[in-house]
T-cell receptor, first 110, second 115 residues
């Protein structure tokens, strides 16, 4: 069964303290891995898509990487405004819908 | 460009009552999706419309849920009768292409509480 697992569930960082979030997946024929950011009371907002092992994408303090079995979202020198829930998702086998992980809730304090 | 609009933003109803959620997609987006997040669980797919046709409703939990998209514009999701386990946040998303998940735009969701 296709599955996405994210860890940790919650992460508290001090401003400037870099860390990584993990997303592991089991899916046949990966059609891309998606990272979203979700703020309280809002819907998920697209961040990155990765398609092949070794691929990397960057946006401001965020960098996403992909291996054959997992993806990492690296946060470098985070700021309080980076606080949010980060979601990882992959398309289902039919390619018609996304399978989400439970997310990692990141809190960055100043 | 206006985003995906959902309303109400919150709804509290009693078990056994009926509730209708509405989603207005981005204009021109033929593909409309409903997802749901139950407390403590991941966001899960419910169904997919292409224009007014149901393309995939494999995620609908049971026949108490009815989704419609008349005229291929806005969509409604009716829960009748509501049960306690239906509580959660219901998200709608729209896209121009069916398989372009990068182009997904989500609404802010409707938080449904069944008491």
């Amino acid at each position: 069964e296709d599955q996405v697992t994210q860890s940790p569930e919650a992460l508290r960082l001090q401003e400037g303290e870099s860390s990584s979030l993990n997303c592991s997946y089991t899916v046949s024929g990966l059609r891309g891995l998606f990272w979203y950011r979700q703020d309280p009371g809002k819907g998920p907002e697209f961040l990155f898509t990765l398609y092949s092992a070794g691929e990397e994408k960057e946006k401001e303090r965020l960098k996403a990487t992909l291996t054959k079995k997992e993806s990492f979202l690296h946060i470098t020198a985070p700021k309080p405004e980076d606080s949010a829930t980060y979601l990882c998702a992959v398309p289902n086998q039919a390619g018609t819908a996304l399978i989400f992980g439970k997310g990692t809730t990141l809190s960055v304090s100043s | 460009e206006a985003g995906v609009t959902q309303f109400p933003s919150h709804s509290v109803i009693e078990k056994g009552q009926t509730v209708t959620l509405r989603c207005d997609p981005i204009s021109g987006h033929d593909n409309l999706y409903w997802y749901r997040r139950v407390m403590g669980k991941e966001i899960k797919f419910l169904l997919h419309f292409v224009k007014e046709s149901k393309q995939d409703e494999s995620g609908m939990p049971n026949n108490r849920f009815l989704a419609e998209r008349t005229g291929g514009t806005y969509s409604t999701l009716k829960v009748q009768p509501a049960e306690l386990e239906d509580s959660g946040v219901y998200f709608c998303a729209s896209s121009q292409e069916a398989t372009s998940f990068r182009g997904y735009t989500f609404g802010s969701g409707t938080r449904l509480t069944v008491v």
